[in-house]
């Protein structure tokens, strides 16, 4: 028995892990899919540093983030949407704490178009006609006589929540609308679609057009680049935030104090989502 013990404990040497420790412990993270690829990124540095810490980072969409940690199935909610005042008391009553609200990162919303489509830019009225279904070929806004078809988030997504409010202007998305499970789906849609058009956050962009957006018609066309975020000029800025049930204590206010560090704001950088404007400056 010692002999096989030492065997395991050899091979989990060699691949870099600890055995199993009383004192290792764990947090948990779940919600936006917006936010799972820069959650996967601050988990996987961060247990590097910290082999006593162990983090599960899970997505399915802000609201089902949101549901956990009213339910208290996760320590920290990723959203890439507010909180509403309801699902905060729904915290207040089922948690007995209040809901802290931690912005951790900063998104472009971007409009991603596919590589061979000409359009470089559109208003926001454009895109919100075209998300309608009011506008149907790529033509009445300047580009080739070609059917739009138009690619998103599931209800659940708090992506899906933050463009139908201020793209829509909570008006209802077109009939053709095809809801997609996660935003790698959207960009797969897109990447494969000429007349597509889907909508997502910057640092899923890859492989497809993102395309500058101006507030009005008479307004000047804004880059979804980290510049035109951290000043606000681009019209879909937004922020990334993490929730918790009452105020982080212990291994995870140690956590969520690293991630709003260098070290972490470093990482928001890597994975290609935009820093907090303190850590910006701070570059």
């Not at 996987?44 to 399915?60: L, R």
């Not at 990723?78 to 802290?100: C, F, L, T, W």
Request: include cysteine; hydrophobic fraction near 40%.
């Amino acid at each position: 028995m010692r002999k096989r013990f030492s065997i395991v404990f050899a091979l989990l040497t060699a691949f870099g892990c600890a055995p199993p420790s009383a004192e290792r412990q764990s947090i948990t993270m779940k919600g936006s899919d917006t936010m799972v690829l820069i959650g996967q990124r601050w988990a996987e540095t961060y247990m590097k540093a910290h082999p006593d810490i162990t983090i599960q980072v899970t997505g399915g969409g802000s609201g089902t983030g949101i549901a956990a940690l009213i339910n208290g199935t996760t320590q920290i909610c990723e959203a890439s949407r507010p909180m509403k005042p309801d699902e905060k008391n729904s915290v207040k009553e089922q948690r007995h704490a209040e809901a802290v609200e931690i912005p951790v990162a900063l998104d472009a919303l971007a409009v991603y178009l596919n590589k061979d489509n000409p359009i470089e830019h559109l208003d926001m009225e454009q895109v919100a006609r075209i998300f309608r279904g009011e506008v149907t070929n790529w033509k009445d806004v300047g580009g080739k006589n070609a059917q739009i078809l138009l690619y998103g988030r599931e209800n659940n997504s708090g992506t899906y929540v933050f463009f139908k409010e201020h793209v829509l202007k909570n008006a209802d998305y077109a009939q053709k609308y095809q809801a997609l499970p996660g935003t790698a789906a959207v960009i797969n849609a897109v990447q494969k679609d000429v007349g597509g058009i889907g909508y997502g956050g910057i640092g899923y962009a890859t492989d497809v057009k993102t395309i500058s957006i101006a507030k009005d018609a008479a307004a000047a066309p804004i880059a979804p680049a980290m510049e035109n975020v951290l000043d606000n000029s681009y019209p879909l800025s937004r922020q990334l935030f993490w929730y918790t049930a009452g105020q982080p204590m212990g291994s995870m206010k140690d956590f969520v104090d690293w991630v709003l560090g260098p070290e972490g704001q470093k990482v928001v950088i890597e994975v290609g989502y935009y820093p907090l404007k303190a850590a910006a400056a701070a570059q």
